[in-house]
């Protein structure tokens, strides 16, 4: 089994020896629990190590995090010759009371209605070739008072007059690069820049990946800005046009937008891939087109899916700012945002990111990292654990840790440490038991 302790000398030169030896108490003691990961439920896995109190020393300790997340990803997760994006996306958990720090009504897209509790932007980075995420950044959010009258009931609107045809007179055009950056996007071209600032050039980054609320010139200014190329979604109504081209090659005309597209009637000659499966026919259309709210022209990817049987259409409209880029990387790189899903879930379900009851700013701040930062040391240590037993996941790599205290445990109260070939078969049994796959075959037991 890995020595945690050692898998830290790399945080050293950030935190001191004492804040180390409590994160490594901690870490095991996460590793071997079940039940709720709170700060009393966390001393009461750490053993003689650890009391509440050296609990509540750590988390109102200030860690730096952002730098602790890029020395472990930098020294245990990273590797050469691999193409990394850069993806984010906001998580939403639910929370009680009222004297927790950042505290408000968001948006839960898991429950499909705002709702009490706190939320938090993650950065992370993410594998071509691994397809996987590596959470590498987070912050809270707290809204404004701007964002919380925005969410608040709307007043009562007074009717505008109404205004006339044609451009108002003295009007002029607007440079739609130039951008009033929202609140939510200040925040998160803070957290690109600080990032780089750590990174510091070492892995080449080239695209920011986010979900389709990011679909917009906004969003789309901002990526450029810190010199990303976006790829996000847009609407399904978007109203996309195709660039005006003259008739007559050696006429100039102002005109910039020519024909609107019909999703309905895509002309076939941007029709790149075209595939059936089960009934269901999907046509992968690319091309470069313009959208009166963007500054600059999009690189364009609509998906449509036809039932063969009942001819229901439905589609989807990705783009991205590199006009260069390839239908097939669009789409693919798109898909890996989803990875950054599955980083949220292992921090909920296992590493008590739905479980802590800290109130303070430092205190939920470090909660949320420490969950972030598990994800990040459990899939370290799943590719070790996998050697020997492939198909595992964190549910048998936390069983493995548990029996592992269990023996050790039970090892203090004998008199004499019992025989290498016995120690060895108890060390097998207790550490299997709880197990989801088989140890020695990978799979499932009867």
Same mark, same amino acid.
């Given at each position: 089994?890995?020595?945690?302790?050692?898998?830290?000398?790399? +945080?050293?030169?950030?935190?001191?020896?004492?804040?180390?030896?409590?994160?490594?108490?901690?870490?095991?003691?996460?590793?071997?629990?079940?039940?709720?990961?709170?700060?009393?439920?966390?001393?009461?896995?750490?053993?003689?190590?650890?009391?509440?109190?050296?609990?509540?020393?750590?988390?109102?300790?200030?860690?730096?995090?952002?730098?602790? /997340?890029?020395?472990? /990803?930098?020294?245990?997760?990273?590797?050469?010759?691999?193409?990394?994006?850069?993806?984010? $996306? =906001?998580?939403?958990?639910?929370?009680?009371?009222?004297?927790?720090?950042?505290?408000?009504?968001? /948006?839960?897209?898991?429950?499909? !209605?705002?709702?009490?509790?706190?939320?938090?932007?993650?950065? &992370?980075?993410?594998?071509?070739?691994?397809?996987? &995420?590596?959470?590498?950044?987070?912050?809270?959010?707290?809204?404004?008072?701007?964002?919380?009258?925005?969410?608040?009931?709307?007043?009562?609107?007074?009717?505008?007059?109404?205004?006339?045809?044609?451009?108002?007179?003295?009007?002029?055009?607007?440079?739609?690069?130039?951008?009033?950056?929202?609140?939510? #996007?200040?925040?998160?071209?803070?957290?690109?820049?600080?990032?780089?600032? #750590?990174?510091? !050039?070492?892995?080449?980054?080239?695209? *920011?990946?986010?979900?389709?609320?990011?679909?917009?010139?906004?969003?789309?200014?901002?990526?450029?800005?810190?010199?990303?190329?976006?790829?996000?979604?847009?609407?399904?109504?978007?109203?996309?046009?195709?660039?005006?081209?003259?008739?007559?090659?050696?006429?100039? &005309?102002?005109?910039?937008?020519? $024909?609107? @597209?019909?999703?309905?009637?895509?002309?076939?000659?941007?029709?790149?891939?075209?595939?059936?499966?089960?009934?269901?026919?999907?046509?992968?259309?690319?091309?470069?087109?313009?959208?009166?709210?963007?500054?600059?022209?999009?690189?364009?990817?609509?998906?449509? !899916?036809?039932?063969?049987?009942?001819?229901?259409? &439905?589609?989807?409209?990705?783009?991205?700012?590199?006009?260069?880029?390839?239908?097939?990387?669009? @789409?693919?790189?798109?898909?890996?945002?989803?990875?950054?899903?599955?980083?949220?879930?292992?921090?909920?379900?296992?590493?008590? +990111?739905?479980?802590?009851?800290? #109130?303070?700013?430092?205190?939920?701040?470090?909660?949320?990292? *420490?969950?972030?930062?598990?994800?990040?040391?459990?899939?370290?240590?799943?590719? $070790?654990?996998?050697?020997?037993?492939?198909?595992?996941?964190?549910?048998?790599?936390?069983?493995?840790?548990?029996?592992?205290?269990?023996?050790? =445990?039970?090892?203090?109260? #004998?008199?004499?440490?019992?025989?290498?070939?016995?120690?060895?078969?108890?060390?097998?049994?207790?550490?299997?038991?709880?197990?989801?796959?088989?140890?020695?075959?990978?799979?499932?037991?009867?």
């Amino acid at each position: 089994m890995p020595d945690i302790l050692s898998l830290l000398q790399c +945080l050293l030169p950030q935190i001191n020896a004492t804040t180390m030896r409590q994160l490594n108490q901690i870490i095991l003691a996460m590793l071997a629990m079940s039940g709720r990961v709170t700060m009393l439920g966390i001393s009461r896995w750490t053993g003689s190590g650890g009391s509440y109190r050296t609990m509540l020393r750590f988390f109102h300790t200030v860690i730096p995090w952002a730098t602790l /997340f890029w020395l472990f /990803f930098h020294k245990h997760l990273f590797r050469p010759n691999e193409i990394y994006l850069l993806a984010g $996306d =906001e998580v939403v958990i639910s929370k009680s009371g009222k004297q927790t720090y950042g505290l408000d009504r968001f /948006f839960s897209s898991l429950a499909g !209605k705002p709702i009490s509790g706190l939320s938090f932007f993650t950065l &992370s980075l993410v594998s071509v070739e691994q397809r996987h &995420s590596f959470p590498i950044q987070i912050e809270q959010v707290i809204k404004s008072d701007i964002e919380k009258s925005s969410s608040s009931p709307t007043k009562e609107i007074k009717p505008q007059e109404k205004r006339g045809r044609g451009r108002p007179k003295g009007s002029k055009n607007k440079n739609k690069t130039q951008v009033v950056l929202t609140s939510e #996007l200040l925040r998160i071209q803070k957290m690109i820049k600080s990032l780089f600032k #750590l990174l510091a !050039k070492f892995i080449p980054l080239t695209y *920011l990946v986010l979900d389709g609320h990011f679909g917009n010139n906004n969003a789309l200014q901002m990526a450029r800005q810190v010199n990303l190329h976006i790829i996000s979604k847009l609407r399904s109504d978007s109203a996309l046009y195709i660039p005006y081209q003259h008739p007559d090659p050696n006429s100039r &005309s102002r005109r910039k937008y020519g $024909d609107k @597209i019909d999703y309905n009637n895509i002309p076939k000659k941007y029709l790149c891939q075209s595939t059936v499966d089960d009934d269901i026919q999907t046509d992968v259309y690319q091309v470069t087109l313009l959208h009166k709210e963007f500054a600059q022209s999009l690189n364009v990817v609509i998906l449509v !899916k036809t039932n063969l049987k009942t001819h229901a259409r &439905s589609h989807v409209i990705l783009f991205s700012s590199d006009l260069k880029l390839s239908s097939e990387k669009i @789409i693919d790189y798109y898909k890996l945002r989803f990875q950054i899903e599955f980083n949220f879930r292992d921090a909920k379900q296992f590493w008590g +990111l739905e479980d802590f009851m800290n #109130l303070s700013q430092t205190a939920v701040t470090n909660a949320a990292n *420490l969950a972030f930062f598990m994800v990040n040391l459990s899939h370290h240590l799943l590719a $070790d654990f996998r050697l020997l037993n492939p198909d595992s996941g964190i549910l048998d790599l936390k069983a493995h840790y548990r029996g592992f205290r269990y023996v050790r =445990e039970i090892l203090k109260m #004998l008199p004499e440490i019992p025989e290498p070939i016995l120690l060895t078969q108890i060390f097998a049994k207790l550490t299997s038991l709880g197990r989801i796959h088989n140890v020695s075959t990978g799979v499932e037991p009867s």
